[in-house]
């Protein structure tokens, strides 16, 4: 069966420029996760939704950073007026609820460079 | 403040010889621990959920024990095909929902 998905794998912006970030969960997951990975760093967390509410945006680091799920399904990340310190591993995971145990199942990740 | 700690932060080992990675966790009301591995470009995959101390839980060359304030991830004479990046995660109430925090994680080298 078809896993979490992000696009694009790869993404090069220049310093001020706005980028969108994709995440396609595993279809009926409930709950999905935004992390931030930076090299030899664990995921660090940016945002959670369940369904298309998003509970905790606790983890965005700025307010230059915004995430939706309008329909409960698919995600986007942007990333408004961006800045070299933005450049990381950008991963998406979902399960399938919001309950203890569940295992999250992880993209492949979104890597970001800011020339 | 909640805090996750794995030691060490890299491991070389020969094929073939057995070693522990050890998670160190400073929370309190954990619901869940869980171990992942990750390969280069790819995302965190599932490997266990421990849920409390004494539970053990196995597979292929890996075991995951889980204490009151630690965890350990055991590799019987690994393989070169083991070597990876393990870590781990804590999941605690938050908010509303379950919320999983990762540490830092070790990176394993199994040189043939």
């Known amino acids: 069966g078809a896993g979490v998905s992000q696009s694009p794998r790869y993404k090069v912006a220049k310093r001020g420029q706005d980028v969108a970030l994709r995440c396609d969960p595993i279809?009926?997951?409930?709950?999905l996760f935004w992390y931030q990975q930076a090299l030899g760093q664990g995921p660090e967390f940016l945002t959670y939704?369940?369904?298309?509410?998003?509970?905790?945006k606790s983890g965005l680091p700025s307010d230059r950073f915004f995430a939706e799920r309008p329909e409960g399904s698919v995600s986007t990340l942007k990333i408004q007026r961006t800045q070299q310190e933005d450049s990381a591993v950008y991963l998406c995971?979902?399960?399938?609820?919001?309950?203890?145990?569940?295992?999250?199942?992880f993209g492949d990740g979104t890597r970001l460079s800011i020339l | 403040e909640d805090q996750v700690t794995q030691s060490p932060e890299a491991l070389r080992l020969q094929e073939g010889e057995s070693s522990s990675l050890n998670c160190s966790y400073t929370?309190?009301?954990?619901?869940?621990l869980f171990w992942y591995r990750q390969d280069p470009g790819k995302g965190p995959e599932f490997l266990f959920t421990?849920?409390?101390a004494g539970e053990e839980k196995e597979k292929e060359r890996l075991k995951a024990t889980l204490t009151k304030k630690e965890s350990f991830l055991h590799i019987t004479a690994p393989k070169p095909e083991d070597s990876a990046t393990y870590l781990c995660?804590?999941?605690?109430?938050?908010?509303?929902?379950?919320?999983?925090?990762f540490g830092t994680g070790t990176k394993l080298q199994v040189i043939p």
């Open positions: 995660a804590v999941q605690l109430p938050s908010g509303g929902y379950q919320k999983v925090t």
């Open positions: 421990l849920y409390s």
């Open positions: 279809s009926g997951h409930v709950s």
């Open positions: 929370v309190s009301g954990l619901r869940g």
């Open positions: 939704f369940q369904n298309e509410a998003q509970l905790d």
């Open positions: 995971a979902s399960s399938l609820e919001d309950r203890v145990g569940q295992p999250q199942h």
